[in-house]
């Protein structure tokens, strides 16, 4: 088992970005020739299950830091940005309503 296992948590990345559907087909199979038991397939697909959450979550990362640098680099404002000027037209408003 540990063979076959460390050679699954190998392929598991590979097997995440697959999809959850195929790595159950390929564990089927693998399961049906003999080569896996139920609670190994089950213990498989768990981890890969687990890896393929955590690459989706790294992409997603990496993806909000690449828009919050190229929005940056475009100059854009931010929604805190947005929020203080916010603020600081209704302490004007505030302001110039006192003096009226």
Known sequence: ???LFKKGLSIGAGLAAVGKEQAEKILKELREKGELSQQESNS???EIEAKGE???????????AR??????????????????????????ERQLNKEQ
């Open 44 to 46: 498989l697909l768990s």
């Open 54 to 64: 955590q690459s989706q979550e790294e992409w997603n990362q990496k993806a909000q």
């Open 67 to 92: 828009l919050r640098k190229k929005l940056e680099d475009l100059d854009v404002p931010t929604r805190k940005d947005y929020e203080r000027l916010e603020n600081r037209i209704h302490q004007l």
């Open 1 to 3: 088992m540990s063979d």
